[in-house]
């Protein structure tokens, strides 16, 4: 098992540019999550999917679009990026009930110039 | 709204230190919670979880109870290796139909020899 999978590890884009953060899981679970994690800011909820076919927005959600394409992948769009989204991105992942444990990809840092 | 609050780091400690990290909450419901840990440059990865109150989580040494009374979950440890320095993270997650996780701001440990 890989677990959960992102790509790319490491990205740089200009301002105003585009890209798409994939994610993958191969756990057969329900939910998956987009964080990112700023210094001093702990982890913060960009997106949620609680189950194949449904998006929530977290904490948050501004300048950012998600894609649930089945039950294995979800996705993070960036449209227009900004400096503020120079961070480090997580993606997550449990099976669907509030006693499992989540579990995280390794991570995409991404530097918007 | 639902909160985790942990204790500020840096925490710095020689080995064979006795660690504690202090965790308090407030939420609605009967949350379960989580302590998670990152090492340097990967994920987050699940230290240890208790899913009601008096229940006591553990695994490689650490150790956490659940105390409903106080609405607290502080790690401890009894002697903390130079391999423990890392990032910790508490987290809750309450029974809702969102299962959203709510995470500390995370509090890091650095063990010297």
């Known amino acids: 098992n890989a677990g959960v999978t992102q790509t790319p590890k490491f990205q740089v884009l200009k301002t105003g540019q585009s890209m798409t953060l994939q994610c993958a899981q191969d756990?057969?679970?329900?939910?998956m999550y987009w964080y990112r994690q700023d210094p001093g800011m702990g982890l913060r909820l960009i997106y949620y999917?609680?189950?194949?076919?449904?998006?929530d927005k977290g904490e948050v959600p501004n300048g950012y679009n998600v894609s649930r394409l089945n039950k294995r992948e979800f996705s993070l769009r960036l449209e227009s990026a900004a400096p503020s989204q120079t961070s480090v991105y997580f993606c997550?992942?449990?099976?669907?009930?509030?006693?499992?444990?989540?579990?995280f990809g390794p991570g995409t840092r991404l530097t918007v110039l | 709204g639902d909160s985790v609050t942990q204790m500020e780091g840096p925490v710095t400690l020689s080995e064979e230190a006795f660690l504690t990290i202090n965790c308090t909450y407030t939420?609605?419901?009967?949350?379960?919670l989580f302590w998670y840990v990152q090492y340097p440059g990967e994920g987050l990865q699940l230290l240890l979880k208790?899913?009601?109150?008096?229940d006591k989580g553990s695994n490689k040494g650490f150790e956490a109870t659940y105390r409903k009374e106080t609405t607290s979950f502080h790690l401890e440890k009894g002697s903390v290796q130079v391999s423990d320095s890392a990032v910790y993270f508490c987290?809750?997650?309450?029974?809702?139909?969102?299962?959203?996780?709510?995470f500390g701001t995370g509090t890091r440990l650095k063990v010297l020899a």
């Open positions: 997550a992942s449990r099976r669907g009930v509030s006693t499992d444990t989540q579990y």
């Open positions: 756990m057969n679970h329900n939910s």
């Open positions: 999917s609680a189950s194949e076919g449904t998006t």
């Open positions: 939420a609605t419901g009967y949350p379960s």
């Open positions: 208790a899913t009601k109150a008096d």
């Open positions: 987290a809750l997650s309450v029974a809702s139909g969102t299962y959203k996780y709510i």
